[in-house]
């Protein structure tokens, strides 16, 4: 597979965010499958229930709507030290590239953004980087005519939600015993874009 891409315009964006810890230079990009193991390390220790190496690969491979993101930390303190031109020939980071700090994935349902999963590794959170995927989410969707976006967190996830109700997400409904881990609830968020660009 080539470059992680399914859609036609999965180019690479590179953009430049600003965290609370200071400046950090950060790159989104299409995640590929070569990604994997490095966003699976992040993956198993933030969250209690995991998505397997094999769903991201679905979401790479197999859902068509699916846009799987990676945020790199381009040259800073996460990151290895080098120029930003990572990718070893199975698309991961080779010896010299970026860090992956965090990563994301959407779904485009007609004009709805779901978004499936935001997660930043724990040495790189409060750091600006969960608001960084998360605008660059919503500047994409809108751009390709989303008018509304939802997901679903922990009701317990308080960093998570405090950072959707950022984007103007707020809570709409509650899906009982939804986690089978622990059957926790899990709450339904719902931001409507402002027609006239407002937010994002
Ligand atoms: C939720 C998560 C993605 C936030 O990423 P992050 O890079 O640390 O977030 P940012 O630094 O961009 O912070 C953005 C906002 O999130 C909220 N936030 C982040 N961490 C927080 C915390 N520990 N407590 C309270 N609010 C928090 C704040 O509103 C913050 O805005 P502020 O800095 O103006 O106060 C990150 O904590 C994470 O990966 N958690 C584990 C995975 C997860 O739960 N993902 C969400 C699944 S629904």
């Given amino acids: 597979m080539s470059e992680g891409a399914v859609g036609p315009d999965r180019g690479k964006i590179e953009i430049f965010a600003y965290g609370g810890g200071g400046p950090m230079r950060l790159r989104l990009r299409p995640m590929r499958v070569g990604d994997i193991p490095e966003v699976m390390k992040i993956e198993v220790r933030s969250f209690s229930l995991p998505w397997t190496e094999d769903a991201f690969v679905r979401e ?26 990572g990718g070893s020939a199975t698309g991961g980071p080779a010896a010299g590239g970026p860090a992956i700090v965090g990563y994301a994935c959407w779904w485009e349902v007609k004009d709805e953004c779901h978004i499936t999963n935001v997660t930043v590794s724990p040495e790189a959170r409060r750091r600006g980087v969960g608001k960084f995927l998360m605008r660059e989410i919503l500047k994409d969707a809108r751009r390709r005519g989303a008018v509304r976006a939802t997901l ?29 881990d622990n059957g926790e609830d899990a709450l339904v968020m719902l931001m409507e874009f402002s027609p006239d660009g407002g937010g994002v």
Avoid: D, Q, T
């Fill in 60 to 85: 790479i491979e197999k859902i068509p709507f699916s846009r799987p993101l990676v945020a790199e930390e381009v040259g800073g303190r996460n990151g290895r030290a080098g120029p930003a031109v």
């Fill in 152 to 180: 679903e967190a922990r009701n317990s996830n308080g960093a998570a939600v405090s950072l959707y109700e950022g984007f103007g997400f707020s809570p709409v409904a509650m899906r009982k015993g939804y986690y089978p």
